[in-house]
């Protein structure tokens, strides 16, 4: 993996293992309660990510690879959202972080096959817009530590009770 990729990793990493260990020990009936003022709850967040990572994945390869990365013209990302999620919500917990770990792997190994060249490729990020490699990387780290943070807080408060 290119050096310059390692710390971006690092703290992919690390927000995982957060994301991960403030999921466990929770019941699947506190996972589905809802975040305060949210719509969404644990198990839906979690759903979200993972749906999220792989099209985001998706992307990511084919602008490092150079082909067209372009989201079709009638991509509506508020209508990806409500779908992956509603079809996630059968998943127990326990699948959902089985699918985190496999797409943490999937990145993983997406960014070992990255050259410096690749990191350099533009493409549409659907939120942070054009993006080279790298930015892109950031944007979907940042869209992970967002949502992290959610879970993180939603299961605090679980926690206490």
């Given at each position: 993996?290119?050096?310059?990729?390692?710390?971006?990793?690092?703290?992919?990493?690390?927000?995982?293992?957060?994301?991960?260990?403030?999921?466990?020990?929770?019941?699947?009936?506190?996972?589905?309660?809802?975040?305060?003022?949210?719509?969404?709850?644990?198990?839906?967040?979690?759903?979200?990510?993972?749906?999220?990572?792989?099209?985001?994945?998706?992307?990511?390869?084919?602008?490092?690879?150079?082909?067209?990365?372009?989201?079709?013209?009638?991509?509506?990302n508020e209508k990806f959202n409500q779908e992956t999620v509603a079809a996630g919500r059968?998943?127990?917990?326990?699948?959902?972080?089985?699918?985190?770990?496999?797409?943490?792997?999937?990145?993983?190994?997406?960014?070992?096959?990255?050259?410096?060249?690749?990191?350099?490729?533009?493409?549409?990020?659907?939120?942070?817009?054009d993006s080279d490699v790298k930015e892109f990387l950031l944007a979907m780290y940042a869209?992970?530590?967002?949502?992290?943070?959610?879970?993180?807080?939603?299961?605090?408060?679980?926690?206490?009770?």
């Open positions: 993996m290119l050096r310059e990729l390692e710390p971006l990793l690092a703290q992919y990493a690390r927000s995982r293992d957060v994301l991960l260990k403030a999921t466990s020990g929770l019941t699947e009936a506190q996972v589905d309660e809802c975040l305060p003022g949210r719509e969404w709850s644990i198990k839906d967040t979690c759903i979200h990510i993972v749906a999220n990572e792989a099209l985001m994945e998706k992307l990511l390869q084919d602008i490092a690879q150079g082909t067209t990365s372009a989201l079709p013209a009638d991509f509506d059968a998943k127990s917990l326990a699948q959902l972080r089985d699918e985190l770990d496999a797409s943490y792997r999937n990145l993983i190994g997406l960014l070992e096959t990255m050259t410096p060249e690749m990191l350099m490729r533009r493409g549409t990020h659907p939120a942070a817009g869209h992970h530590e967002v949502h992290c943070r959610d879970v993180v807080e939603q299961a605090r408060r679980l926690k206490k009770g």
